[in-house]
């Protein structure tokens, strides 16, 4: 399967000011983070190069970016994927996400304010798309909702981190994100997490977001079979 890059020309904004392969890899970064990349899906060089305008070479040096970020894995012979990832991997993942959320939770309780609009209309666009049963849009909003959560400590390494981590999780979100039962929960998760902060309550939303991030992982976890344990290579997980 090759992803369809028919979308990417609308970026091409994004790159005027700099040409490089680190913008190019923060495109593609988000587009795996809003699931339009999915796992197993070849990152073809032609067709990416030529929707965004640039040059096989600087292509070439944003693979080797995502790469380094576990996002992307090269194939001998076959090209660049987006990656698939195992059970470890999920583990690890949550592992982060809990002392990277947690944190960031922790930091902000020391500040003078917070700025909860992000995470208003994160719920927003959640709740709106649920109501439309368009659940991968409901998984695109929980996404944005995670990282304004990291967002909130006020580090811009901490949200680099988080953005990173949240694009590796997207990528198993896709496969199983397809229903209201694996969702629905996790919105009301949000709504209550987002009450303690408005209240100042940020040991309520500590521990809500740590009992959120626990049950999602279980949630993963058991509905889905990822590729064994030490390989990345594309395919569809059974």
Excluded at 21 to 26: F, L, T, Y
Excluded at 100 to 126: I, K, P
Excluded at 137 to 162: C, Y
Aim: glycine residues 6%.
């Amino acid at each position: 399967m090759t992803v369809d890059a028919s979308g990417l020309e609308s970026a091409r904004h994004l790159l005027e000011r700099s040409g490089t392969a680190e913008r190019v890899a923060a495109i593609l970064r988000q587009y795996i983070t809003d699931g339009v990349f999915a796992p197993g899906e070849r990152l073809s060089e032609p067709v990416i190069s030529s929707a965004l305008g640039v040059s096989r070479n600087t292509l070439r040096e944003s693979f080797q970016l995502l790469a380094h970020e576990r996002l992307a894995v090269h194939e001998l012979n076959r090209g660049v994927f987006v990656r698939v990832l195992t059970t470890e991997d999920i583990e690890d993942l949550y592992v982060v996400r809990r002392a990277t959320e947690c944190g960031a939770l922790r930091r902000a309780a020391e500040l003078s304010t917070v700025d909860l609009s992000v995470l208003e209309q994160a719920l927003h666009d959640g709740r709106a798309a649920a109501r439309a049963e368009d659940w991968r849009s409901v998984g695109t909003a929980s996404i944005h909702f995670h990282q304004a959560l990291a967002d909130l400590a006020g580090s811009e390494r901490l949200s680099a981190t988080m953005r990173q981590v949240l694009a590796e999780t997207r990528l198993f979100f896709v496969l199983n994100e397809n229903t209201r039962e694996f969702y629905e929960p996790f919105l009301d998760c949000h709504d209550k997490i987002l009450r303690d902060l408005r209240r100042g309550r940020f040991d309520a939303a500590e521990a809500a977001l740590d009992r959120y991030l626990r049950d999602a992982e279980t949630r993963l976890l058991e509905l889905s079979t990822p590729a064994p344990r030490g390989t990345g290579t594309p395919g569809t997980p059974r």
